[in-house]
């Protein structure tokens, strides 16, 4: 069989598969909603959480956290993860400055500066929190403003040159609700080589927060501007986060936990400690 | 070209809007046979691609011009389900069952083996395939040269040739 007709028959196959067809009207409403910067369909399953279910002020994202095991740190080249730690090192400002440069590319068609299907260049995003180990630099631009879009990014300077590993999207940010720590994305990213890394981030009144993974150390997440951040190497699970005050006292937890096999919602919870 | 009137209840008025339709018509099933293969997940799928629809909708003007809007709109739709789902939402390990009727039989080891190739191999066969994107195109969508782009296409074939060898 060549070619052209095992594509043919591949095509076939799949043939069978049809998406629902919706109206002009239906569509045109979605994107209203859109142009009111409300989250978007998709964005609304990524900050589904107290806003939409009663008060249960719990991101379902938050399980975005858990990472399906597999090698400790995935397929990364070792170079780039080798030097990361636990702790955020200074920040480099030069990651930003490259960061609006690369990173809408490696989003987008044929290297157009503003990421398809989105209304805001990242040139008009603030820098609002960036969570530096070492070489690479977990970047998140946006604003806390409800109706502000949000787009995170890693990056790695090798010395020469930079790479971009990724990105976890973009998101509408719905209104903040009243909570000390609130967890609103992230999740297992690979890179074009596989190599994988988790990010999370959130926001959080808190003057530290502290992520525990599954069978290794704690690390410290970035806080800044009221939010926190934080990427590591691999696909390992979070177990917890926890966001504690200036004087040291727990003021909440989120714990994360692994759901059945099979899939299923997440058991995060949200409680300020007592 | 179409625009919204804001200002009198949020009543559309689209103008010249039967070539979105068209092209929603057109492109609406390839964009999201492509889509779940690279996601190997129905809802994600179907949800990723009607929100990309919409957003080309809402900037149809603009994406119109596009060099391709086939291609924009399944960045879009990858761009969006890697952001909106959690992970705990494994992918399907096996192609999904539908129903279906008047349909030519298929070889269902062939929809398996393809359900099943490795993810870089698997998103090449569903944006040069099912999609009908250029190397070039599907390389951008990638990132990815377009040599490898064909380099890729030509491995996945060999090896679902190699699978299906002894069926043909």
Redesign the interface.
């Known amino acids: ?1 060549n ?1 052209e007709q ?2 043919t ?14 109206s ?2 239906s ?2 409403s ?3 909603k ?2 009111a910067a409300q989250p ?4 609304r ?2 900050l589904v959480g107290g806003l939409s279910i009663g008060g249960v002020a719990v991101a ?5 956290l ?3 095991g597999l090698g400790p740190w995935g397929g990364a080249p070792a170079s780039a993860w080798a030097p990361w730690q636990p702790t955020p090192t200074k920040a480099d400002p030069a990651a930003a400055l490259k960061a609006r440069d690369l990173c809408p590319t ?6 157009d500066k503003p ?3 989105w209304s805001t260049p990242i040139d008009n995003l603030p820098l609002l929190a960036q969570d530096q180990r070492g070489p690479v630099a977990l970047l998140l631009f946006g604003s806390t403003s409800q109706g502000s879009e949000l787009v995170d990014c890693l990056v790695w300077h090798d010395g020469e040159s930079w790479t971009v590993f990724g ?5 509408v940010l719905d209104q903040i609700p009243d909570m000390p720590l609130w967890i609103m ?1 992230g ?3 690979a890179d ?1 080589a ?1 190599g994988r890394y988790v990010t999370i981030f959130g926001h959080t009144d808190a003057s530290r927060v502290v992520i525990a993974l599954a069978g290794r150390p704690q690390m410290e997440a970035t806080v800044q501007n009221g939010m926190f951040l934080a990427w590591w190497p691999g696909d390992t699970q979070a177990d917890s986060v926890t966001a504690y005050a200036q004087d040291g006292a727990v003021i909440a937890t989120e714990t994360l936990g ?2 059945g096999h099979g ?2 919602a ?1 058991s995060a919870q949200a409680s300020p400690a007592s | 070209m179409w625009r919204r009137n804001v200002t009198e209840g949020g009543l559309d008025e689209l103008t010249a809007a039967p070539s979105f339709e068209a092209f929603y018509l057109d492109s609406l099933d390839p964009v999201y046979r492509a889509v779940l293969l690279a996601t190997r997940h129905p809802e994600r799928a179907e949800d990723a691609v009607q929100e990309a629809f919409a957003r080309a909708l809402q900037r149809w003007n603009q994406v119109s011009g596009h060099e391709s809007p086939r291609a924009w709109i399944i960045r879009v739709a990858l761009n969006h389900d890697r952001s909106g789902w959690p992970i705990w939402q494994r992918e399907a390990t096996e192609p999904p069952e539908v129903a279906v009727e008047d349909e030519l039989p298929i070889d269902p080891w062939l929809l398996r083996a393809v359900w099943r190739l490795p993810k870089r191999r698997r998103q090449v066969v569903a944006l040069r395939i099912l999609a009908d994107l250029s190397a070039k195109q599907t390389a951008e969508a990638m990132g990815i040269t377009a040599g490898a782009v064909g380099a890729r296409l030509h491995r996945a074939l060999g090896t679902l040739r190699a699978q299906l060898g002894p069926r043909n």
């Open positions: 069989m070619d095992l594509s028959d591949i095509e076939r196959a799949f043939g069978r598969y049809r998406a629902r067809r919706l002009t009207d569509l045109g979605a994107t209203g859109l142009q978007s369909v998709v964005a399953h990524r379902l994202v938050a399980a975005s858990l990472a399906l490696s989003m987008s068609m044929g290297g990421i398809p299907g990105s976890g999207g973009q998101l994305g999740g297992q990213e074009a596989g692994m759901p899939g299923g997440p």
